[in-house]
Structures are given as structure tokens and as C-alpha cells.
């Protein structure tokens, strides 16, 4: 009798779980009512539109502060951060930065950290660190400044110790190093041709590709603790295995998807399948982002209707199994049909975990 009673319960269970392993994947017209949060955008000023839009969408937002020229100031960045932060609490985070600029200098760790330390009693919920540290940075021996530099041990440790989180936007797409010609992706021809300083290929003088992503690693070999997010897919986006293998080593590293999504889509249109295995693999350690910045209140309208369309056009690759196309290279590609419980991770449940006090409740 309680052999029976086992094995009925053992039944049930098998049913329930193979009744959630059906569960359809998610429709087009699921996109507004499930949660998501975009963990890599850059939003400067007051953004009226683009905040309604957001919520509409519901997307809940991380802004990342960047030392970019291309973008205000950062004490600006600062200020507009707290500003969204303030104005929409339960929808808006953002992740504080530091300038690597000088860095060599006696006491720039310590007055970086005391900065950093006032960032997270603002509130900030990770750091970021720039492609300008292996790229940019040099000291007055000309030597190129890398991230595995010690003069960093005490900032990185600092992070390490109080659980805080590390974005590192470091080295380039792979396509940075090739001539313009051969580059893989539309955007990143245009990118490359409108910004030559980071065109690696014309600029040997900079560490080589692999040097970056090697200068990367030796940092996180020595940090086992840090969480770290390698956004744009860690600049490993030209293999979904190379990104597979850099998770297998780095247990407490994520990646983010930030503006290279249509990457992932080229191999897609490859073998749909691999790229379908690797998003499940590694359902707990991909964020969804999109690197969509807007320029204070005169994109707002702009920006608004930008972000809009690329939420729903990834939301379709990753959601359903159409045929698309995308205008960053030739071929189609397949929808990914993700099952909705890896959905719910890669859009909103990985983020919620790696930033728990990032979104408070709405009122
Ligand atoms: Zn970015």
C-alpha cells in the first residue's frame, strides 16, 4: 500500500514536470505583460517619453555611467543618474563608474575607492570599467594601461569584498582588429569607420585582440569572488563558444547581450541549434541589454520609438521560431523559441538576482 501511494506520487510528479517542460513558448502578443529589465543602457536628462514608453513595455532599466567622450561629462552622468533614480524608483538603477585617466598617480586608488564608496551610498548597484583601460590609457612610459594592472587590486578587491558588482566593457568585438572590408556585422563597419581611434586593426601599437581578452582573464583569476559581468557578451560575441568557455571558467561571471545581439543572430542563421543549446546551457548567466543610450531631452521622442522596436524585433529572435532578417548582414535566421522559463531568467530573474536592491517595489 505505501509502495503504491509512492509510486502514484512519483507519477504525478513526472506528469507535472513533463507538463511544465511543454509549457508553449511565449507569443508575440505576451510581450507587454512579462517583466523585463534592459541591464545596459545610458540615459542622460529627463526622458518623459522614454520613461513612459519603458513602462508601457515593462522594462525596468540599469543606466550605466561610462567615461565616454561621446557622452556628457561624469559628474553629469552622475547627477542625471540620481536624478531617474529619484523620479522613477521602482524602474530605474544605475551602475557607477571611475576615471582611469592618471591613474598612475600616488593616491588615485584611494581617492578613486572613497568615490566609489559614495556611489553606493547613492545607490549605485555595480561599477563599470571601460574598453579606455587596454585601449586609451597610457602611462608616461608609454606603456598601455591593462586591467590586470596592480594599481587596480585595491578597487577590484573592494568590490570583491562587499559583493558588489563589476560591468567590464573591455577589449572590442572581434572585428575592431580586421580591416574594414572583412568586418561581419553592418554597424560595426560604420562604428569602426566613424570612431578610427578604435579601430585596432589601423592601430598596432595597442595590444592585439587576444591580449585584451587575456589581460581580462588573469584579472578574474585573480578575484575568484568578484561577480562580473562581461557585457557585450564578454567581446567574445564571434563564438558562442569561446563565451561558453569563458562562463565554464568563471563561475560568478554573467554576460550581458548589449549591441551584440545581431552577432548571436549570424551564427544563428549557421546553426540554429547551437545557439539554441548555448542560451539554455547558460539560462542563469545571460542578461538580456541592448546598449540603447539616449542623449538628454531633444532624443527623447527619438530615443523612445528606437528602443521600442528593438524590444519587440529581440523579443521575436528570442521568443519565437519566425524567419527573420536583420539589416546587419545577409543571411535569415531562425527565431530561438525559448522555453518561458528561461525567458523569465535572461529577462528579468538573472538581473533580480545579481542586482537584488536594484528596483524598489512600486508604491
Ligand atoms: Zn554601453
New binding site residues.
Partial sequence: MKLNSLWLVALLLASVVAVAAEQPPYRASDFAAVEKVDT?V?LHGALPTFMLRAAADNFRLLT?N?NYSDFPPLSQQRSDALALRLAHPDRVAFAATFDATDSQRTGWATQTERQLDDAFKEGAVAVKVWKDIGMQQRDADGRAVMIDDARFTPILRMLEERGAVLLG?LGEPRNAWLPVAEMTIRSDREYFTTHPQYHMHSHPEWPTYEQQIAARDRMLDAHPKLHFVGVHLASLEWSIERTAEFLQRYPNASVDL?ARLSHVQRQASVDRDRVRRFFIDFQDRILYAT?IACQGPQEDSACAAEAHETWLSDWRFLSSADRLHSDEFEASFRGLSLPRDVIDKIYNGNARKLFPTAWAKAQ
Fill in positions: 545596459h545610458h550605466i561610462v566593457h548589449a546598449d
